[in-house]
Structures are given as structure tokens and as C-alpha cells.
């Protein structure tokens, strides 16, 4: 466990998105992981293996492993996948945070070919999601996590053909967020589409200036703030203190 109190209380922030994503669907048994860049430079702090996004409590469910992969600190196991961390925040020093999740819609879409449609904003806060193929069920090697990382490119999130997605951001709050809102976006996908309903795609500079309006800093802390409050209700029904929408 990290005994830096501000690193303590990250990773309780940490610990209360994974819960957040397992409530809003990201949740696969054990499977599924979230990280925090290490301030130190050390590495980064990984949900420890063996438990679900749900069982993930506070600071002590987290290790930290090392830009090459080596176990550096903390109790319970390394994720198999840890190459998907280290190599995106490689490639992004903008990104603080990553996230590797099997949702059912994301999962779904991610076999799909063509480009996740706009039936709703929940696409615009996108734009554009690119894909990942490969020929492995999980990417446990540098050089496949290199090759994830690169087809993610500038982008917060990517499809894993056939397998999942990972997506990230320069917060823990706004990589939920963006874990949130992908799973949102590939249900409507999904659901316009079996409906057989023709959309419009509106052209690339209308849809960055949709994106500009509904992916905010303002958006995301008021999203996140939702999600906690949604979160402390489910789990404490009876707290008086929760709003009334959840009752």
C-alpha cells in the first residue's frame, strides 16, 4: 500500500472508479483493470489481480509495477495485461490514467467494421473511436501493447477487435467518463442499428464542434460528481443524506 497520503487518497478515487464502471457496466468477473501514473515516475498503480471492478475497496487493492512490467510494491498479484498500461502512458504524457474493461455493447461493437454511428451525442463526445486488431485474445507482450497504443493514437479510447476496449484519460474522473459515455455510445449504436434506422453523419467539423459543446471539464466533474452520488445511494440506501432522484 502507498504510504504517500495524497497517493492514498488517488487511489481511493481510483478504487471508487472501478466501482463506478462495474455499476455503469464494465464490470466482466475479474477480468478488467484501471491505473494511475505513479507521481514518483516509478511506474504506474494497478488494480491487483483476482478481484472484480466492484470488490476494488481503497489503496490496498492496487499495486505498483514498473514501466517494464516488474512488481514494485503492494500485495496480490500483477495483471497478465499490464503491457496495455505501460505503453500507452508511454506513448501519452497527457494521459493519466488508463483503463482496460470488457463492456457488453463496447465488446460487441468493437467486432463491428464501420465506424461507431451517432444515433445519440453519446458518439460526439468521441468524434471518432479507431479499432485495434490483433491475433491474440490478450495482450500480455511489449510489442502488442506498443501496437494497441499506436492505434489508439490521439484519441481516449479504442476498440479491441473482437475483445474489449481500453480507453483512458487525464484524470481518473475523466477517463470514467469516458469509459461511461463509450458504453452509452455503442448501446445506441447497436440498438439504431438493429432498428434498421438510416442516420445522418454529420460532417467532421460539425460533429469536433458538437464535441467541443458536450465534452467539457464542466461536463466531467458534473458527471463524476453524479456518478458518486448514484454509487453511495446504491450502496447506502439508507443515507439520508441522497437525493431524492435514485429513490
Not at 500500500?1 to 471508487?16: I, V
Not at 460539425?206 to 445511494?233: G, T
Request: proline share 6%; charged share 20%; hydrophobic share 40%.
Amino acid at each position: 500500500m502507498a504510504e504517500n497520503s495524497s497517493l492514498n487518497e488517488s487511489l481511493d478515487k481510483l478504487a471508487r472508479a472501478c466501482r463506478i464502471l462495474e455499476m455503469e457496466g464494465h464490470g466482466d468477473l475479474t477480468l478488467g483493470h484501471l491505473s494511475l501514473r505513479d507521481p514518483d515516475g516509478r511506474g504506474f498503480w494497478m488494480k491487483r489481480n483476482r478481484i472484480g471492478l466492484g470488490e476494488v475497496c481503497g489503496p490496498e487493492d492496487f499495486v505498483l509495477v514498473s514501466f517494464d512490467g516488474e512488481k514494485l510494491e503492494g500485495e496480490g498479484g500483477r495483471h497478465s495485461e499490464w503491457p496495455i498500461h505501460s505503453e500507452v502512458l508511454r506513448l501519452r504524457p497527457d494521459v493519466n490514467v488508463v483503463a482496460h474493461t470488457h463492456p457488453f455493447y463496447s465488446c460487441v461493437m468493437s467486432s463491428s467494421t464501420e465506424p461507431l454511428r451517432p444515433f445519440t451525442l453519446d458518439a460526439d463526445y468521441f468524434g471518432e473511436v479507431p479499432r485495434h486488431v490483433d491475433d491474440v485474445a490478450l495482450i500480455t507482450a511489449v510489442s502488442e501493447g506498443v501496437a494497441m497504443a499506436k492505434a489508439m493514437g490521439p484519441h481516449f479510447a479504442v476498440l479491441l477487435s473482437n475483445h474489449g476496449v481500453t480507453f483512458c484519460g487525464t484524470s481518473i474522473e475523466h477517463a470514467t467518463c469516458v469509459g461511461v459515455f463509450l458504453e452509452k455510445a455503442a448501446k445506441a449504436h447497436i440498438v439504431g442499428a438493429s432498428a434498421g434506422f438510416q442516420t445522418s453523419m454529420p460532417t467532421a467539423p460539425i460533429r469536433a464542434r458538437r464535441n467541443s459543446q458536450i465534452m467539457s471539464p464542466v461536463h466531467v466533474e458534473h458527471s463524476w460528481n453524479y456518478f458518486c452520488r448514484k454509487l453511495d445511494w446504491l450502496t447506502n440506501p439508507d443515507a439520508r443524506t441522497q437525493p431524492k432522484l435514485f429513490r
